[in-house]
């Protein structure tokens, strides 16, 4: 099992920046092979914005985000990062991370998210 906390989630004005914090926790944290940052807007679909893979580092973006958020982790520490520079008020969503331990298939368990609200 593995528990997901985020914070650094605030009112930021457009054009600045945030950097995430997703800690996991629990028994299994060691099997985590990939995570994975979400993000749900008001009246929206929730959307991948990216994710890392523990072993390799290997990262992916979605095309909104891409040069724009990065995301790092720290495997001692079981945590994952996403860094936001030059944000916008279309990036106001409630960001969530996820993980995933089984070695292919979905993502198993899931922060409850952090605000991040970005004002024009």
């Known amino acids: 099992q593995v528990q997901l906390v985020e914070s650094g989630g605030r009112l930021v004005e457009a054009g600045g920046s945030l950097r995430l914090s997703c800690v996991a926790s629990g028994r299994d944290t060691y099997r985590i092979n990939k995570s994975g940052w979400f993000r749900q807007a008001p009246g929206k679909e929730r959307e991948l914005i990216g994710y890392v893979l523990s072993g390799t580092g290997f990262t992916s973006y979605a095309d909104a985000v891409k040069g724009r958020f990065t995301i790092t982790r720290d495997n001692a520490k079981s945590t994952v990062f996403l860094q936001m520079n030059n944000l916008q008020p279309e990036d106001t969503a409630v960001y969530y991370c996820?993980?995933?331990?089984?070695?292919?298939?979905?993502?198993?368990?899931w922060g409850r998210g952090t605000q991040v609200t970005v004002s024009s």
């Open positions: 996820a993980v995933r331990t089984p070695a292919t298939g979905d993502y198993d368990a």
